[in-house]
């Protein structure tokens, strides 16, 4: 199955299924995340507004209506491979009042159909793990990015000390398949969640995949345990 399409079959539940078994913590690490973005001076004394961003693997939009709410931006524009998370997505951007901030469309981040330099930020919550050709992808974002602009990456990681490091592996694959499947009719999707948090390289190796990719003055801040890790980078 390819990665549009399981999404596409998750999409009803997507939402309940990440905010319950998250506790919400995933909405406290996308404030997180930008509340410490580095400003084009490196500071971290607070967010400068910004007038567009691209947040890539935008999903259900949650992050392309947190970047408007905290005032981080004027406008964004949020791509996804899945028209099933996309359609969910606007639903929620409508009932947010942000039909006029966020545009949201279907695009693959491997080919933006974007001129180079179009962005001052770009973006991408809980999605870079699902680049089916992560290289490509990530030079991509590196075009449409304008000098002097920003990136910021938010990607599930897994802890490295007993006894968190265990209790996480055990959650992730055994609890969260069953749950997952359970609200969703398709626990298949949740196994691949598992996998593709495993797969995905942490830490200095995914900073090295970043300035490989052109980015310069990469950063990383892992959070609540190192279950999820903001990586921070530069054109």
């Known amino acids: 199955m390819s990665i549009a399409k399981l999404f596409d079959s998750i999409a009803e539940s997507y939402d309940r299924f990440n905010h319950l078994l998250s506790l919400n913590i995933d909405v406290l690490w996308r404030r997180s ?6 400003s084009a001076e490196e500071t971290v004394s607070g967010v400068p507004s910004v007038t567009h961003v691209l947040d890539v693997a ?3 939009a949650d992050f392309s209506i947190e970047l408007i709410k905290s005032g981080t931006a004027t406008h964004v524009t ?3 491979i899945s028209t099933g998370m996309l359609k969910k997505g606007e639903e929620k951007v409508q009932k947010a009042g942000y039909a006029d901030s966020i545009e949201l ?7 933006l159909p974007y001129p180079d330099e179009s962005f001052d930020l770009l973006t991408s919550a809980f999605g870079v793990r699902n680049f089916e050709q992560r290289a490509q992808s990530l030079k991509e974002m590196q075009r449409v990015l304008k000098k002097g602009g920003r990136l910021l990456i938010l990607e599930f990681s897994t802890p490295r000390h007993f006894p968190v490091k265990q209790l996480y592996r055990l959650y992730f694959k055994h609890i969260m398949p069953m749950v ?3 609200l969703s009719g398709n626990k298949a999707a949740y196994n691949y ?3 593709s948090v495993y797969r995905f390289p942490q830490d200095e190796e995914f900073m090295s995949e970043l300035l490989e990719a052109g980015f310069t003055r990469t950063t990383q801040r892992r959070m609540t345990f190192g279950i999820a890790t903001a990586y921070y980078a530069a054109k």
């Open 180 to 182: 997952g499947g359970w």
């Open 33 to 38: 995340a930008l509340k410490h973005l580095p």
């Open 58 to 60: 935008c999903g259900t």
């Open 193 to 195: 969640f598992f996998d």
């Open 78 to 80: 949020g791509v996804d």
């Open 105 to 111: 469309c279907v695009a693959d981040c491997a080919k």
